[in-house]
């Protein structure tokens, strides 16, 4: 083996057959190989190996220079032609362009990867990601299986039992209207109260029964609140900006005057009925309020959840104040209120944040992420911010996609009318991707996924959703939805159906001339 350095004086000579030569330690300098081959025998080899072990065994690194990284850790790497396979394989880091016929297995290494770390052969590239999708797919499944028993074992009971009670506190409603608001609230919107109630099957066990409490009681007075702001009245707007101010006393309305050590006990209660043709309810909204207030209070992190759960409750208040039927005025004034909370670079259209702001899933999510005691700052934040818009728009968008046809007949607006015929599958299909990213970006992600998918599932599992105009929009937002879709889809259609046989079996019943019983009384 012969060779020069360009900065030496002297040629060196080729070594004679078993004669050694000293060897100058170059400062890592390059030395320049002009001549190597086998022909010259062992002798060579051996002086070959003897270079080879004295740089190995004495590196001196440059001085003043900063300590550079290995070649592996570059981010171009070098691609091998089938030529090369040999060197490819031993250092496990190069991409071959093709792998020649005769090539082992072991020899198609990818780049950044390890064959040894387990890299799929047949897709190299994919490996790694196909693994990762595999385990986030088994964690999510593992995310539903928990989060199913939890509910059906722990928490729906409990609804059963509170709205069993509010049923029977409804009923000694001195007001006949009022009365009956109550007991529809309760009846036609029950399946929003257990959907509200399945935020608490992620709480810890401990603290189960109080988050079911306060979700289900927020969800029930948001029921009879929004019933009561579609009544007639003299100035809609602040009947319904007073009526749903109550929500905000169920979540600790703040006092003017917080005291200075303690959590914030709020103001008292407010005539809520002030600016409402009917008053008289015998308390049943006040206990309602109550209910969720103490339940709320008691958890651990309601401190640090209540103000993002009370900006979620405002937004509420302004919507449904704002959210005028034909009968009651238009939505000037909703437009103008949604395009200033609209967030900036969002994308959205003043509908989308107002449907948002309508939302109560938000709340819900804040309620349950309270029964923890390590609930921080930031992720409430973080879960403020992907509920509204994109989470909670998504919500209230589907909803007044299955409620079109009713809310036509009885007078009031949708906002999905505002997309036109051909726009609403794109648009809502867009708000589901933006939503399920930011569902899995979300501390504890997999419980969010998870009811998003679930939210995803009630509302395309109804038979409105199966309607040739509504199939579209249905289909395209399914499509966003992943895996869990249809297993939630199948699990709200037998949840339904004890309530269609028994529609079936009342219905044929009213024909024969037998007496329908009440509706209040019967389970759906």
Same mark, same amino acid.
């Given at each position: ?26 400062? %890592? ?8 081959? $086998? ?27 900063? #300590? ?79 989060? +199913?028993?939890?509910?059906?074992? !722990?928490?729906?009971?409990?609804? !059963? ?21 109550? @007991?529809?609230?309760? @009846? ?9 109630? +399945? ?22 007075? *948001? ?17 319904? #900006? ?50 969720? %207030? ?7 992190? &309601?401190?640090? +959840? ?105 007078? &009031?607006?949708?906002?999905?009318? *505002? *997309? ?22 979300? /501390? ?14 009630? *509302? $395309? ?10 199939? /579209? ?52």
């Amino acid at each position: 083996m012969c060779g020069q350095h360009e900065r030496t004086a002297a040629s060196l000579a080729c070594t004679a057959r078993g004669q050694q030569m000293a060897i100058d330690m170059l400062d %890592r300098q390059p030395l320049e190989v002009h001549d190597a081959g $086998l022909a010259r025998g062992t002798a060579v080899a051996q002086h070959v190996r003897h270079v080879l072990e004295e740089l190995a065994r004495h590196p001196r690194p440059p001085c003043g220079r900063a #300590e550079r990284r290995a070649i592996e850790e570059l981010v171009t790497h070098i691609a091998l032609g089938p030529g090369n396979g040999p060197v490819g394989e031993v250092t496990g880091e190069q991409i071959h362009l093709y792998v020649k016929r005769r090539q082992r297995t072991a020899q198609r290494v990818v780049v950044g990867w390890r064959v040894s770390g387990g890299v799929d052969d047949v897709n190299a590239h994919q490996g790694k990601t196909i693994r990762r999708r595999t385990h986030r797919r088994l964690t999510l499944a593992a995310t539903f299986v928990h989060a +199913a028993v939890s509910y059906w074992m !722990c928490v729906f009971p409990r609804v !059963c039992l509170h709205i069993a009670r509010w049923q029977r506190q409804a009923r000694r409603i001195p007001d006949p209207v009022l009365r009956q608001l109550a @007991l529809a609230a309760l @009846l036609e919107k029950r399946s929003n109260i257990e959907g509200a109630a +399945a935020f608490a099957a992620f709480a810890p066990r401990s603290r189960r029964g109080e988050a079911t409490r306060a979700t289900s009681a927020f969800q029930a007075a *948001y029921n009879l609140l929004d019933m009561l702001g579609e009544q007639p009245s003299a100035d809609p707007v602040l009947d319904g #900006e007073r009526l749903h101010s109550a929500l905000l006393f169920a979540l600790g309305w703040p006092s003017p005057t917080p005291p200075a050590e303690g959590p914030d006990p709020g103001i008292g209660a407010l005539d809520w009925y002030e600016y409402h043709p009917q008053r008289n309810d015998g308390g049943y909204l006040d206990r309602l309020l109550e209910e969720c %207030r103490s339940a709320f209070a008691s958890l651990p992190g &309601h401190a640090v +959840a209540a103000p993002a759960a009370r900006a979620a409750a405002e937004r509420i208040v302004a919507f449904q104040s704002l959210n005028l039927s034909e009968a009651q005025g238009d939505h000037t004034g909703l437009e103008r209120w949604a395009r200033n909370a609209t967030p900036r670079g969002a994308g959205l259209q003043w509908w989308e944040t107002a449907a948002a702001a309508g939302s109560s899933l938000g709340v819900h999510a804040l309620i349950a992420a309270a029964a923890d005691a390590g609930l921080e700052e930031r992720e409430a934040t973080l879960l403020e911010h992907a509920y509204f818009p994109w989470i909670g728009g998504l919500h209230s968008l589907l909803d007044n996609l299955i409620d079109k046809h009713e809310d036509e007949a009885a007078g &009031h607006r949708s906002l999905v009318e *505002y *997309y036109g015929p051909e726009r609403a599958a794109e648009r809502m299909r867009w708000m589901a991707e933006q939503a399920k990213l930011l569902a899995e970006e979300l /501390p504890h992600s997999g419980r969010h996924t998870v009811v998003l998918a679930g939210m995803i599932g009630n *509302y $395309l599992s109804t038979p409105e959703a199966h309607s040739r105009q509504l199939a /579209p929009v249905g289909q395209a937002v399914l499509a966003t939805a992943g895996g869990l879709a249809r297993p939630t889809m199948l699990v709200f259609a037998l949840r339904r159906l004890p309530s269609r046989l028994h529609n079936t079996i009342v219905y044929s019943r009213a024909r024969r001339g037998h007496p329908a019983p009440p509706d209040v009384d019967n389970f759906r």
